[in-house]
Every structure is written in C-alpha cells, then in structure tokens.
DNA sequence: CGGCAGCTTGACTACGGTCAATGACCGTGG
DNA sequence: CCACGGTCATTGACCGTAGTCAAGCTGCCG
C-alpha cells in the first residue's frame, strides 16, 4: 500500500519538458487533484463509448491511446507517457471516442470533472494551459497523419522510435541510450498502420544499419542524428509545455 | 467594398453545428472580433514555421491546412470549413506548425492573441469554449489517423466525402443532395494519402456505383448511408460545438 | 516440462504507386 | 473569334512495397 504521490513532491514537473509551477499553481494543484488511481498492465483506462467524467495525468507507467474500426482493425492514435494528460475529449465532450489502455502497471493522478470548471472560474492562466496541452496533443496528432499519410515504413517506424526515445529522454528516463519500451510489435505496427510482419522485417533492418534496436523492453538508440534524418524529422528545439 | 460582418449577423452561429450564444457572450464576441482579412484563393492564411499571433475564425470561403516533408510531399491534414478556428497552434504555441491555404476566396474573423488572455481571464466560459474546439478538433483528427492507418483506398475516399458532406451539410450549405467541392482532385489525395491517379480510379469506382460524384466545384451525395457503410462510419448523432 | 504469447522468417500476392500520354476546360491575347 | 498555353481530370501499362498466410522459434510463467 502505497501513499498518495503530494504534488509537491511529483517527480515529473521539474523535468526539462515541462514548465515550471509556480508556487500558486502548485498549491491550487494540490487541492485540484483528487487522488489517485491504479490501473495494471493490460487493464482499460477509459474505454470507447463509455460516459467518462473525469481527467487524469498518467503518474507513472505507459499506455496506449486506441480507436478499434468496425473491420476488426486498430489503430493506436498515440502512445501515452507520464505526464500526457488523459480523457481531454471525453472530459468536454461527454463520451470517450477512444480506448486507453495501460501497457504496464499505471498510476493516474484524478482531477474530477466538477473541479475543471472551478479551474476555468479561478485559474485563468491553468485553464489556458490546459488549452496549450490540446494544443500540443494536436499538433502531434498532425505529425502522425502527416506520418502515415507520406512516409513510407521504414520512415514510419524511425519517426515513431526517434518519437518515443525523445519524449522519454525529455522527463529524463533514459539509461545509458535507451528508454524502457514496453510495447508490443503489434502495438507498434498498429500505431504506425503497418502489418507486424512488415513491422518486425524493418525494425531488424534498422537494427542492421546499427540505427536502434528494441530488445529486453528496452529501445536502445543507437543513431539519434541518423534515425532521424532517415525519419525526415528534423532536430527541432526541445520545446516545452505546461504539465496538469 | 463590403462592410465588416457584424457578429450580430453572422450567418453561422445560427446553424445547428454550433452551440447558440448568450446575449451575454455575444456582446462580448463583438469587442472581442478585431476586424476581417480576405485571403484571395490560393492565397496563404497562414504559414508553416512563420510567427502569428492571430487567431481566426474562416467566415466564408474554403480552405486546406497543410505540411510539407523534407521530402517534398505534401499532407493535407484538413479541410478548413466556414465555422472552424484556424490558428490556435500558432496562437497559443508561437509559430505556425502548418501551412493553412485558402483554396476559394475567403473571409477570415480576426481575433488579435493579446485579447486572448482577455477571454480566459473575463470569460471563463468562452475560455472552455474555446477549449471544447480544441478538443474536437483533436477528436477528429484521431479519425483521420485512424482512416490513414486502417483504411484501405475506396474506404478512405468514402470517409473524406462522407465528412465533408456531412459538415458542409451541418451549416446549411447543402442544396439538392450538393454540396460546394472547392478542392482540387490532389488535395483529396493529399489528404488521405493515396497518389492521384489511384484517387481518381477510386471517385469514378464510386461514381459508377451510384454512391457519390464530383462534378462542377460541388460534391453529390447519391447515396449517404451506402457510402457511410463502406466508409465503416457510424451514422454517429451529429454533435454540436462552440463557434468562436 | 508444457503451454502460450510474442517474435522471426519464407513464399506468394495484390493494392496502390509511378510513368506517360491524352483529353477536357478555361482564361488570355492576337 | 479562334489559337494557344496552363491546369486539372482521366486512362493505360507496368512495377514495387507492403500485406497475407503459414510455419517455426524464443522466452516466460505456471
């Protein structure tokens, strides 16, 4: 058992990637914050269709964000790390339109749906970043359609590796080169709309060319510059965002 | 010369897409609207990389937000119909991640990023509002990567035209079973990610089997709930959302 | 030790891309 | 008024990337 993480003492705010809370936002947080819930590796955290009112930042563990086509078809929209926020939709629009489910085990920090309102009312500069944090999710959503709409396999598999291991890298998870990688092929090929022969047939490629490698949970990044030229990515400015 | 539209009369907040306004926050719209700009087609609205502060609301007119690889392949990653915001990335993040391209003639509601900050401090529903459009915004393009990633050709032909006529629709601008079709036969495919001769195949394909047709700058929906099946598109409730 | 989930490899196929040529339409200028 | 040039739509022939099917392989957990 246990306790509940204080956000005084959360061990994502202060990484790189995120704007620093000052000490007003940070007490505000405090009370915002609702408690916590445990979801384990290969639960749901919202599901497709279902009336969700609450909104959460994933603590600790990964996920995977999800829509399921009524061809039987996945399509993972993105992957989820600490510090994404989660149920944005469906906290404002009523019904999740798609499925979150945990990768490994996750704690979720809960802001109730109730107390959003109160943020809007109160906290004029936490309500527009939380309007910065769908601004961003957009504009990564963007580069995915961007992604499978232009880039062939083997950039698509680079983009998401490079992807995965920079968001990683920026709140600091990165081990001598490499980030833990807990999802499957399968996860990976449906995020990048690729079968997960062709998916597994590239990804040995990538690990020939000595540019990363996925092995033990664990991606290893071997050629940051390389895979992300090959990706058509450039090395953009790490930018930041706020964090709820 | 024509004169600025009065928010008053907009011709769009009425239409069933979007949520009425109060009196309240009409009023408030009108002091927050800081002028119009007329972006001739072809034109740029807004461009890739480059600093705007502006945010805009398309009045009338069409348009197509896009990017450009290294590569020199162009995604196009949405339609912009009369009603949508254009411009929050750059807003709230600094710079235009994406070119957004008037395709017709077109009539921009101009709200200056200073007054912004305004709304979420003096309206803290407008402020949610606003939030509300980012939201869906991310929601459809959850789709569109969901359509990119698991759909094959004919089906994400099908979608595009299924989406296009239902929100020209929803404003009222359908007119015995048409709607306008600005866009170029390369946009289409710039946007699902097909080339265009395969495109092409694939609208006559429709054509022939009495689902849709192109013809004359305007769309014909032929058979709505035929072309939604093979789309594997729900005949979902129309939701509503928040006009800026 | 057995069973299961996930990874890997091979053989064959097909969907959609590319290249190329022709056609329809439209605005402009002689 | 018609010839010209440009843009966009259409069609044909060929090809290559990635999908499918199917069989082994590996590693983990009971």
């Known amino acids: 058992m246990t306790a509940v993480t204080d956000c005084l003492d959360c061990p994502l705010r202060c990484r790189r990637l995120f704007v620093p809370m000052t000490e007003d936002e940070l007490a505000f947080q405090r009370r915002f914050k609702a408690g916590e819930r445990l979801v384990p590796a290969g639960g749901d955290i919202l599901v497709q269709g279902q009336k969700s009112s609450a909104l959460y930042t994933l603590l600790s563990g990964m996920a995977v964000r999800s829509v399921t086509l009524e061809s039987g078809r996945r399509q993972v929209i993105s992957f989820v ?8 939709q469906s906290g404002i629009m009523g019904e999740a339109r798609h499925t979150v489910t945990a990768v490994t085990d996750t704690v979720l920090c809960l802001f109730p749906r109730d107390r959003v309102w109160k943020l809007f009312r109160n906290q004029p500069a936490r309500a527009y970043d939380l ?99 090959l990706a058509l990515m450039d090395m953009e400015k790490e930018d930041v965002r706020p964090i709820l």
């Open 81 to 88: 790390f600490p510090g994404d926020l989660i149920g944005l």
């Open 131 to 229: 309007t910065w944090i769908a601004a961003v999710e957009e504009h990564f959503l963007g580069e995915t359609v961007a992604t499978l709409g232009q880039r062939d396999a083997t950039q698509r598999i680079a983009w998401a590796l490079v992807r995965v291991w920079r968001r990683l890298a920026a709140i600091g998870m990165d081990q001598d080169g490499t980030v833990p990688f807990p999802f499957r092929q399968q996860d990976l090929s449906d995020a990048v709309g690729l079968s997960v022969v062709h998916t597994n047939r590239v990804l040995s490629s990538l690990r020939g060319a000595g540019l990363a490698r996925i092995a033990g949970r664990r991606l290893e990044m071997l050629d940051h510059r390389g895979l992300s030229k």
